[in-house]
């Protein structure tokens, strides 16, 4: 499931900016290998990703040229993260007016039900509160994904599609921001007591399992 996640948050992250790009113009990618090979298949042009050992001091940056064709900033998940990233992100956001997007700003990832791990949103703390500003989030509970999938895909009727998942704060929120009728799913991460302490987030359904909605 978080594979397939990475995954969808990756394809909406490439054709948000395939779609505004001009011929010539690029980002600058705070990302995984597989989010730089998702930028190939889309045929966005990229730099910043791998591993940077450019600078590591303010002064390094002092002669620092960015690109004039870099449009966007987009922030992902990034195991090779550092200053010298941050630092050039934030000047082409800063100084050069690149949009600020992210795939998702998850505070934490869960490896397993025993271990837990930064997440994309700590990785990206620092450079968000130094720009002083959040990033545009595409993933969910953002409608933006779902607008991109309904004009990929011809989704007029929104009476038709239903959003199924397992959390409250992204599945289920995710679809009530888009506008569509939603399916909690019990047999995941929320319980019904969890259910009960969120009065604010109301699904249309709440089922125990995938299996009854095919009852």
Known sequence: KQWYQRRVRGITAALFVKQ???????????GSKGLSETMD?????YIGHGCDMDASYFTDFLDYIPESNVKFVVGAFD?????A????????????????????????????????????????????QSLGMQPKV??????????????????????????????LQ??????????V?????LSGITSRDVLDQEASIKPTFIVNSIADLLK
């Open 41 to 45: 298949e889309s045929g966005v042009e």
């Open 85 to 128: 990233k941050m630092a050039k992100a934030f000047i082409y956001i800063k100084e050069c007016g690149a949009e600020y997007i992210a795939t998702n700003l998850d505070m934490n990832h869960s490896l397993n039900d025993s271990r837990l791990l930064p997440g994309t949103g700590a990785v990206l703390e620092g450079l968000n």
């Open 20 to 30: 505004k790009l001009k011929p010539g113009e690029k980002i600058f990618l705070i």
């Open 138 to 167: 595409l993933g969910k509970p953002s409608p933006i994904m779902f607008d991109m999938i309904s004009k990929d895909h011809n989704l007029e009727d929104k009476s038709k599609v239903l959003m199924v998942g397992d959390t």
């Open 79 to 83: 195991g090779y993260f550092n200053y």
């Open 181 to 185: 009728d939603t399916a909690l799913v």
């Open 170 to 179: 992204s599945d289920i929120q995710f679809g009530i921001n888009s506008g």
